[in-house]
C-alpha cells in the first residue's frame, strides 16, 4: 500500500483550510483593486468555494469509514451549534434585538430568509447550506448506507442544471449552491476508491493538471468570466484543485500548505468566519479611507484573531472533545 493511502490525516487540507477563511476576510475587510475588476467579489467565491469543497471531502470521507450516522449528527452540532448559538445571542439578541435573526440562524434557515440575514450574522448563510448537507448525506447514509453516496451525483446534476436554467452565478440559497460541498463528496468518492485500477491511474495522472485546474478555478471565479460560463463549474475546479495537491507527495505545494503557520489559521478557522462580521461594520467602517484601512482595519484583525483564538481553544475545543470522548466511549460500550 503506498505511503498516501495510509495517510489518515492530511495536512494539506489545513493549508487549503488555511487560505479558505483569508480569501473570505480579505474579500468582506480589504480593498483588492479597482471597485470595476470585483476582485473582491471574485476572493469571496475562491474562500468559500475552497471552504464547501473541504467541507463535502471530510463529511463523506468520515460517512464512507463509519456509517453511524447518530454519533456523526453529534459531532457535526457539537462543533457547530454552541458557537453559532452564542455569537447569535450576542449580534442578534443582545446587540442588534432582532430575535428573528437569531431564531432563522440556529434553525439553520437564515439563507432563505433574507429579512433575517443582517450585517452582523450574514456570513451565516454559509451554515445553513452546510447543515442542509449534514441532514441530506446523513440520512441518505442511514436509509441506504454506502449505496446512499450514489445519490450525491445525481443530486449535483440537478443543482448544476437549476444554476445554468437560472444563471445563478453565485446565489445563498441551498439548491443554487449545495454542489461546491457536492464536488468535494465526488472527490472524497474518488479518494476512498484511489487504489482500484481504473482509479488509481486518473489519480496519478491528477498532480500534471495542478496549474490548469488552479487556473479554471481563478477564472472561474472573476465575474468577468461569467458570460463563459465558467462560473457554473467553480466547485468542481475547486474540488479538482484540492485533489491534485492529494495526489502528490512531497512537493512544494505539500510543504507550503502543511506548514504551522497556515495549520493554526485552519484551528481557528470556524471562529474567525463566524465572529468576524461586526469587525468590517460600524465604528470599524467609520472615517477616511486612511483611518479605516491604516489604523481601524489592523485593529479589527488583531480582535478578530484574539477573539477566535479564545474561541476555540477555551469554549469551542472543550465541547467538541466532550462530546467525541462521551460519543467514543458509547461506541466501545455497544460493541461489549
Request: aromatic share 16%; net charge positive; charged share 10%.
Given at each position: 500500500m503506498s505511503s498516501n493511502s495510509q495517510r489518515e490525516h492530511l495536512p494539506e487540507l489545513d493549508g487549503f483550510r488555511a487560505f479558505s477563511i483569508l480569501l473570505v476576510l480579505a474579500a468582506h475587510m480589504l480593498p483588492l483593486g479597482p471597485k470595476s475588476w470585483q476582485l473582491n467579489?471574485?476572493?469571496?467565491?475562491?474562500?468559500?468555494?475552497?471552504f464547501f469543497a473541504l467541507s463535502g471531502f471530510l463529511?463523506?470521507?468520515?460517512?464512507?469509514?463509519?456509517?453511524?450516522?447518530?454519533?456523526f449528527f453529534l459531532r457535526?452540532?457539537?462543533?457547530?451549534?454552541?458557537?453559532?448559538?452564542?455569537?447569535?445571542?450576542?449580534?442578534?439578541?443582545?446587540?442588534?434585538?432582532?430575535?428573528?435573526?437569531?431564531?432563522?440562524?440556529?434553525?439553520?434557515?437564515?439563507?432563505?430568509?433574507?429579512?433575517?440575514l443582517i450585517p452582523?450574522?450574514?456570513?451565516?448563510?454559509?451554515?445553513?447550506?452546510e447543515m442542509h448537507f449534514y441532514v441530506m448525506i446523513g440520512l441518505s447514509v442511514l436509509v441506504f448506507g454506502r449505496r446512499g453516496f450514489f445519490l450525491v451525483p445525481i443530486v449535483a446534476l440537478i443543482v448544476l442544471y437549476l444554476r445554468v436554467d437560472t444563471q445563478a452565478y453565485g446565489n445563498i440559497r441551498t439548491h443554487l449552491r449545495i454542489d461546491e460541498i457536492l464536488s468535494g463528496s465526488l472527490l472524497a468518492m474518488f479518494w476512498v476508491n484511489r487504489e482500484?485500477?481504473?482509479?488509481?491511474?486518473?489519480?496519478?495522472?491528477?498532480?500534471?493538471?495542478?496549474?490548469?485546474?488552479?487556473?479554471?478555478?481563478?477564472?472561474?471565479?472573476?465575474?468577468?468570466t461569467y458570460t463563459f460560463g465558467l462560473a457554473y463549474f467553480r466547485a468542481y475546479f475547486a474540488a479538482l484543485l484540492?485533489?491534485?495537491?492529494?495526489?502528490?507527495?512531497?512537493?512544494?505545494?505539500?510543504?507550503?500548505?502543511?506548514?504551522?503557520?497556515?495549520?493554526?489559521?485552519?484551528?481557528?478557522s470556524f471562529a474567525l468566519y463566524v465572529w468576524h462580521s461586526p469587525f468590517r461594520h460600524g465604528w470599524f467602517d467609520s472615517g477616511t479611507i486612511y483611518e479605516r484601512y491604516l489604523f481601524k482595519r489592523p485593529l479589527a484583525f488583531l480582535c478578530?484573531?484574539?477573539?477566535?483564538?479564545?474561541?476555540?481553544?477555551?469554549?469551542e475545543k472543550p465541547i467538541t472533545d466532550a462530546v467525541r470522548k462521551w460519543t467514543s466511549k458509547s461506541r466501545r460500550t455497544a460493541r461489549q
Open positions: 467579489l471574485a476572493s469571496g467565491y475562491m474562500g468559500m468555494s475552497l463529511i463523506t470521507r468520515f460517512l464512507w469509514n463509519d456509517q453511524n450516522v447518530g454519533i457535526r452540532l457539537s462543533r457547530i451549534a454552541p458557537l453559532v448559538l452564542l455569537v447569535s445571542f450576542i449580534y442578534c439578541i443582545l446587540l442588534a434585538g432582532r430575535p428573528d435573526s437569531f431564531l432563522a440562524a440556529n434553525l439553520y434557515v437564515i439563507n432563505y430568509v433574507d429579512a433575517a452582523e450574522i450574514s456570513p451565516f448563510w454559509s451554515l445553513g447550506v482500484r485500477p481504473g482509479f488509481a491511474k486518473v489519480f496519478a495522472f491528477l498532480p500534471k493538471v495542478f496549474w490548469p485546474s488552479l487556473l479554471l478555478w481563478l477564472l472561474a471565479c472573476l465575474p468577468a484540492i485533489g491534485t495537491v492529494l495526489a502528490m507527495s512531497g512537493r512544494w505545494q505539500n510543504r507550503l500548505l502543511s506548514t504551522a503557520t497556515l495549520t493554526y489559521i485552519a484551528t481557528i478578530i484573531f484574539a477573539i477566535s483564538h479564545a474561541s476555540t481553544f477555551y469554549f
